[in-house]
């Protein structure tokens, strides 16, 4: 059985940081890219980072470059996502997601795993 449990998550004032971090079990997480969406009340979910299975590329959504920067520790089985100068409208709750193709996290809904999410608050 997948598990992706996310955590770290949490309540930030506009301009500070956060790392969650997702911890996966029952697939061969070595193998499979991973990244993170998010979703805010009233919207769809969306794209944010994504990182492929050796961790040579990265992909980011406009909207969080130069600001997230996503790893991953393949020996502890667990993805990052380092969020600094957050501001109100990253407020969300961030899922973790894990695929056998980035490109399938980039599009968002044909993932193939989600995690149960983590919510994060960032108040202005």
């Known amino acids: 059985q997948v598990q992706l449990v996310e955590s770290g998550g949490g309540l930030v004032q506009a301009g500070g940081s956060l790392r969650p971090s997702c911890e996966a079990s029952g697939l061969p997480f070595r193998s499979y890219a991973v990244g993170w969406a998010r979703q805010a009340p009233g919207k769809e979910r969306e794209f944010v980072a994504a990182?492929?299975?050796?961790?040579?590329?990265?992909y980011y959504a406009d909207s969080v470059k130069g600001r997230f920067t996503i790893s991953r520790d393949n020996a502890k089985n667990t993805l990052y996502l380092q969020m600094n100068r957050l501001r109100p409208e990253d407020t969300a709750l961030y899922y973790c997601?894990?695929?056998?193709?980035?490109?399938?996290?980039?599009?968002?809904?044909?993932?193939?795993?989600w995690g149960q999410g983590t919510q994060v608050t960032v108040s202005s």
């Open positions: 997601a894990a695929d056998l193709s980035a490109s399938d996290i980039v599009v968002v809904t044909t993932c193939e795993y």
């Open positions: 990182i492929t299975w050796n961790g040579l590329n990265t």
